[in-house]
């Protein structure tokens, strides 16, 4: 036993040949675009940075002890060569920034036995250069880790100015102020970096891997093992499976393996087969996919009626034994919708029974018959002004009774009906609001440019720009 759960446990996630849900795929076009975001805000992060003041005492023969301070030291100004990125296979990203030239102004004060002087000096490091790698993984929670692994920082060349104070002593301090700069970038550089880094973690940790669509169902998508790193993509393997708040069943979840290739866009997300037909599960397992029809939420115009009457064509029987009364239909799913993703071609099936009844005087509900009911839809799904849109149709309906009170019947001509009610007066209103179209998930800062949405054998995918606005 214990031999078998350690084996389990040592053996990694993906050698276990579990294939994602859901999988997504940011590119080095990602990369070039966050490069820009990210060297805005870096922009901002230096225009505000200062330097920590320094003071201490050093030994000039033939002087002898000189105390000094340097205090105030901030970014005046600084140039940001663009900077490199890269993915680092099998480990994380690269990014280099050479070349970077800074401007600082501070004030320096000293004293010399009894000579006290004070002015102010301007800075310019050259050349100076950054390179970091970001190992990418992920934890046990599924969600993902960033980590600063290989930091490197120089510094090129160091000038100071002087202004003020006693000319004699430039000489001096031009020394201490170069090593004390040249030190502290060259030491802090990477530790604060690693500590901005690091402080990503508590942000990490707060995304949540799974998301309650509605009061129902959950959609839950940890990550099933650390980012595979490639040379020009990183992929995201996220199990993408929908359960029932209430009655968390397993269904036999086996996502269909599917890669998506989309390099011209920053980020592909792909759903699998399996995680829509999770949903499907997820509802049917809730118990909400049910609704009781009443005469009243038959549309007006529908020359059929909830009545006994109105169904003498079909079974003559039925008004015979209860004349002119109303009826009720409780139309529920009998197993989970079947989703099928084709080449461009959604189609939805769906098993589901009709218990149908008639309103007694009494107000009491005789049970009259059942019917099993098989119907099956096609859609086609489209990207529109950043809307999901879409067109349905039918292709088929087939009834079948079940068990009866009032002896057997053909539900051919019933069958004939409920396909003219389906097109004529359902498909319409839903083809409108998918015409309408479903808007795509946006916050006020990230926005989607230019999706495409295409539907595969066994998955369907989003391939999208993406916009960052702070
Ligand atoms: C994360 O999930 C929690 C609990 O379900 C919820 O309160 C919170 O708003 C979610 N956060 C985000 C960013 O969706
Ligand atoms: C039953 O339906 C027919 C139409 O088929 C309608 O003319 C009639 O008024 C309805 N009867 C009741 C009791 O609603
Ligand atoms: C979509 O696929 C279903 C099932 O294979 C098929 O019955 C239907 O005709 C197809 N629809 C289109 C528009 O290709
Ligand atoms: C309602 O009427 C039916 C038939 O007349 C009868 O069998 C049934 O017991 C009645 N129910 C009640 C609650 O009165
Ligand atoms: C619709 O379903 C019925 C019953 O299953 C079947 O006999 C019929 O051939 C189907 N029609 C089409 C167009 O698929």
Known sequence: MWVYLITLLAIPHH?????????????????????????????????????????????????????????????????????????????????????????????????????????????????????????????????????????????????????????????????????????????????????????????????????????????EFPLIHP?????????FDCKGEFYSVEHRG????????????DQNRMVSVGLSQSSANSAGFAYHSAGVLRIRLTDSMIPKVSPIRLNTTSFESFIPELPKRYPGMLMLVDLFTSQQPLITFQPDNVTAQAFGAAKVYVILPNATLAPVFVLDICASFSAKLFMSDLKLTGFMTLNNVSLNLASSELGPFQTKSMENVIRAGIRLAVLPEVNAKLKRGIPLPATPEVSLVNPVLKVNQGFVMLATDVSYSP
């Open 15 to 219: 050698a276990l040949g579990a294939n994602p849900g859901l999988e997504s795929v940011i590119t080095q076009k990602a990369l070039e675009y966050a490069k820009h975001v990210g060297a805005s805000l870096a922009q901002e992060k230096l225009g505000g940075l200062t330097i920590p003041d320094m003071t201490g005492s050093i030994s000039i023969s033939p002087f002898g002890k000189v105390d000094y301070s340097v205090s105030g030291m901030h970014v005046v100004n600084f140039n940001l060569p663009e900077p490199v990125v890269g993915f680092a296979e099998e480990a994380g990203i690269k990014i280099g920034i050479s070349g970077m030239n800074v401007a600082i102004n501070g004030n320096w004060r000293d004293h010399y036995q009894l000579i006290r002087d004070s002015g102010s000096f301007d800075l310019a490091v050259y050349e100076l250069a950054v390179s970091v790698l970001v190992g990418v993984g992920s934890d046990s929670t599924g969600r993902l880790t960033l980590s600063s692994t290989n930091c490197d920082a120089s510094v090129g060349d160091l000038e100071v100015t002087f202004h003020g104070g006693t000319s004699w002593l430039y000489n001096i301090f031009k020394k201490i102020i170069q090593g004390l700069v040249h030190e502290q970038l060259n030491s802090k550089l990477c530790p604060m970096l690693s500590e901005y880094i690091d402080g990503l973690e508590p942000l990490l940790q707060k995304i949540n891997v799974s998301y309650q669509y509605d009061p129902y169902v959950v959609f």
């Open 250 to 261: 397993e269904f036999p979840f086996t996502p269909e393996q599917f890669q998506l290739h």
């Open 227 to 235: 980012p595979a790193i490639g040379a020009s993509n990183m992929e």
